[in-house]
């Protein structure tokens, strides 16, 4: 039994293996101190770390709480912004819809163009267009008559397909 001045003061380990003792060692030589400064620093470091506390029933339950919120505040938001993209879309396609329009092609009708055929219902679809507006109905297919004309898509069997 060791003298009761050096109680508390030892500590044995095991390690997996001979390399990792030899690690530890050179670890130590790199820092300037014994292996016993150097684990003694090492936990010290490994303590001061902010770690996350264990999570309660009830902490949990807030967490979730606030989860739920969020998610519901995120969904009303998307719904929001459909909302407002449509109504942008429907802005910008009435410019088609005079006489004289100076306005730009919608970049989503031209990316879904891009992307491959596709059939009217579907398209309309993919860009938020409820086939009974019939303004933004308009509005699309004024553009889809100007890319026509410009050579920039055709109508076949598989639908509106991309030329170039």
């Not at 003298?3 to 530890?24: F, N, T």
């Not at 519901?72 to 912004?81: N, S, V």
């Not at 109905?137 to 100007?146: D, E, N, P, T, Y």
Request: aromatic residues 4%; hydrophobic residues 35%; glycine residues 6%.
């Amino acid at each position: 039994m060791p003298p009761k001045s050096r109680m508390g003061k030892i500590l044995e380990i095991s390690l997996p293996s001979p390399e990792q003792k030899q690690k530890i060692k050179e670890e130590a030589k790199k820092r300037g101190c014994t292996v016993s400064k150097y684990i003694s620093t090492v936990l010290d470091e490994a303590a001061r770390q902010d770690r996350p506390r264990p999570v309660s029933g009830q902490d949990l339950q807030a967490l979730r709480e606030e989860n739920r919120h969020l998610t519901t505040e995120l969904h009303g938001k998307d719904l929001i912004m459909a909302q407002q993209e449509a109504e942008l879309r429907k802005l910008r396609g009435s410019a088609f819809l005079q006489q004289s329009w100076d306005a730009d092609i919608d970049s989503d009708l031209l990316r879904i163009l891009r992307d491959g055929p596709i059939h009217d219902h579907r398209l309309l679809a993919a860009l938020g267009i409820e086939p009974r507006d019939s303004e933004a109905v308009r509005a699309v297919s004024k553009q889809l008559q100007i890319l026509e004309t410009m050579g920039f898509i055709s109508r076949t069997t598989q639908g509106w397909k991309w030329r170039h």
